[in-house]
């Protein structure tokens, strides 16, 4: 459970690093800033509102959400603010460049911690996974239709998009992939498949597996959706193969 709070406060950390970085949020963050200059609250207020509302979007698709899914809504937004009031504003290129790299890195630590302490998913995913499992629409495209409307929405409403989205996306999947395996509890490595979780990219793994598990509770049980890799339930060992795990980041 530490390994779980650690990583959400980290993914916190992150985000607002990316904040003072300003060469461009990750896709939700997008949201989030657009919707806190409106609105003047602040981005982490934000954060944990909008985390709300999509929680609430899990009941008509019947997902279920975990210990990790509810933390996640609180403790990443009061991380983020609490990172923002120490860390200063920052000027010149080079250091921009240097804290965006920081964000970018330490967000793959941070999913990697908590996805592999399997508490549940967090609430944007499961809606994604949920919408996925309504629809018999595939992974990846539920993904990018969800990030595409929520870059274009933010950046309208005044979010910072840029350089930084663009890195992101890119380095997002490898970083998390490498970190899970890292911090998989319990010794076991995984072999996750993911890419990207920029807007054109679908950050819980590739399609094409023959089943995966997503998140729908504390990882105490297990979910799988056709064309995805299917994953056992929290200690629990399959016989002869080593368990495989989709990275589910927030």
């Known amino acids: 459970m530490v390994q779980l709070y ?3 406060a980290l993914y916190g950390a992150s985000s607002a690093l990316l904040v003072r970085a300003g060469l461009g949020l990750e896709p ?17 207020v ?7 509302v999509v929680l609430l979007l899990w009941i008509p698709i019947r ?12 403790v990443v937004g009061i991380a983020m603010d609490g990172t923002l009031a120490l860390v200063p504003a920052v000027h010149g290129v080079t250091t921009r460049i240097a804290l965006m790299a920081a964000g970018v890195v330490l967000n793959g630590v941070a999913t990697g911690l908590y996805i592999a302490a399997r508490f ?27 990030e595409v409307a929520v870059v274009v929405t933010g950046f309208a409403l005044g979010g910072s998009l840029g350089v930084g989205t663009v890195v ?26 993911s890419s990207g979780s920029g807007p054109a990219a679908g950050a819980d793994g590739p399609a094409g597996k023959d089943e995966r598990t997503v998140g729908d509770g504390p990882r105490g ?15 629990t060992r399959v016989a ?4 495989r795990r989709a990275i589910l980041p927030r």
């Open 168 to 193: 992101y996306a890119l380095a997002i999947g490898p970083l998390a992939q490498f970190f899970l395996r890292l911090f998989a509890v319990g010794g076991e490595p995984t072999d996750e498949g």
């Open 6 to 8: 650690v990583g959400l």
């Open 120 to 146: 549940g998913p967090g609430p944007r995913d499961g809606l994604m996974t949920g919408l996925h499992r309504c629809t018999g629409r595939s992974i990846r495209l539920v993904r990018t239709l969800i």
């Open 221 to 235: 049980g297990k979910t799988s959706v056709p064309g995805e890799a299917s994953v056992p339930a929290r200690g």
């Open 28 to 44: 939700w963050g997008v949201l989030h800033q657009g919707l806190s200059e409106r609105s003047g609250l602040s981005i982490g």
């Open 63 to 74: 997902q279920r959400p975990g210990l990790g899914t509810v933390s996640n809504v609180f």
């Open 46 to 52: 934000v954060s944990i509102v909008v985390g709300a």
């Open 240 to 243: 002869g193969r080593t368990p």
